[in-house]
């Protein structure tokens, strides 16, 4: 087995056709900092020359992720000089799901206790999801005045269709192991402490195929599923950059930290 360290919060280990991708901010938490999404942008990459490893398991110690990590100063677009820096500094959340999905090998999330906001999705960006059985995923961005991004919106449509992608997406609630892997959102629903147990042995199972037949059916499910999805997200980091300036949003913010019910005018 090799090891590598890619970062501060990255740690990738190589065995047998299979990677293990773990992320650890140290916390249990694992919020996505600036640096964090930065670092898991870059190990997807590290993987496009990598003939050997057929699967990839992204794992975190602790809950998956608390998803964005709002007390992170570079992740404060109020201090963007303009709105041509404003743009660039949300591209990061879309850039590093797109490189996970790119990704030739098969990826497996593998989620313990919550997976939340932009880490579900990346989660909905990977081939499979593997939950323990009281992990949860949620999407808080609705009701804290944003909209959905990071090019998810299509991918979540396609997982669970749209009536629940707007259950999932608008409400900002809850959605448990086994409701998710009845809507298809969660491909197994393991014990809870092993998820990465399961996850491993469909790496490993995928690990002893062919690998040439299994990148190209990948990619030929993937060109089939996702036509439409560049045609039908690409403004959505432009419309984050926009409801971010929104008044329902301060008072959401300001809502969540003073723990009350906001107000919203729709200004």
């Known amino acids: 087995m090799s090891e590598a360290k890619i970062g501060d919060f990255i740690t990738v280990s190589r065995a047998d056709g299979v990677a293990v991708v773990t992320f650890d901010r140290g916390d249990g938490r694992n919020a996505l900092s600036r640096q964090a999404i930065l ?66 090998q098969v990826t497996i999330c593998a989620i313990e206790k919550y997976c939340i906001g932009g880490g579900a999705a990346l989660a909905a960006a990977c081939d499979f999801r593997i939950m323990a059985r009281s992990a949860t995923m949620r999407l808080p961005e609705i009701p804290l005045g944003m909209n959905m991004s990071w090019h998810s919106v299509p991918r979540i449509v396609s997982l669970v269709g749209p009536a629940r992608a707007k259950r999932f997406i608008m409400y900002g ?26 996850a491993n042995k469909w790496a490993k199972k995928t690990a002893k195929l062919p690998p040439n037949a299994v990148r190209m059916t990948k990619q030929s499910v993937n060109a089939v599923a996702n036509a439409l999805h560049p045609a039908t997200s690409f403004m959505d ?30 200004r």
């Not at 020359?49 to 709002?70: C, N, P, R």
């Not at 008072?251 to 729709?266: H, Q």
Request: glycine content about 6%; aromatic content about 6%; hydrophobic content about 40%.
């Open 39 to 104: 670092e898991l942008t870059e190990t997807a990459k590290s993987f496009a020359d990598d003939l050997e490893t057929q699967a990839v398991i992204l794992t975190s110690k602790g809950a998956f992720t608390a998803g964005a990590d709002l007390k992170d100063p570079a992740m404060d677009r109020r201090k963007a000089n303009g709105l041509l820096e404003r743009r660039h500094m949300v591209r990061i959340g879309p850039d590093l799901c797109d490189a996970w999905e790119k990704m030739e």
């Open 173 to 198: 609630e809850d959605v448990g192991a086994e409701e998710a892997a009845l809507w298809g959102l969660c491909d197994e629903v393991a014990e809870d402490g092993e998820a990465l147990v399961v």
């Open 237 to 266: 980091a432009d419309q984050y950059a926009l409801a971010t300036t929104s008044e329902d949003y301060r008072e959401a913010i300001k809502a969540f930290l003073e723990k009350r019910e906001p107000k919203f005018t729709g």
